[in-house]
């Protein structure tokens, strides 16, 4: 029960995922096809949403919800960033899932999915194991 704070809204967004086609690949590929407008649009909500999220927690000093205060600090750019973003848009492009829709994709009967989750799982081992050697 304590963790259904988290449950409910996971099953929530994994709904809105499906419900608005962002977890199909058909949809993805047309965006990395520039044929449809689509994901362009959803992702720019998603952004615009995210800025007016962040300057309300900013404007009235909101707090998690255990009481903690947010605080969000500047990071230099760094050119990982740039190497990094090549590397999630290439296989975003060829599995047709990002890490969240994964979960929505496998949920939805999509069980091929299960690969490129554990491809993720494998990834994310790998960058743990040469991070350090990695340009930050």
Known sequence: MKNLKYILPGIFFGIV???????????????????????YGVIGTAVVVGIISVQIIKRFQLKTINGESITMQRRPFQKGQIIGGLL???????TGACPGPIFAQI??????VFITFLSALVGTWVYGLIRDRLPH
Do not use: D, N, Y
Not at 21 to 32: A, K, L, N, P, T
Not at 107 to 112: E, K, L, N
């Open 17 to 39: 995922l499906v419900k608005s086609e962002v977890i199909s690949w058909f949809r993805i590929q047309e965006m990395f096809r520039l044929h449809s407008f689509h994901m």
């Open 88 to 94: 999630f848009g290439m296989g975003w492009a060829l």
């Open 107 to 112: 949920g939805s009967g999509f069980t091929v």
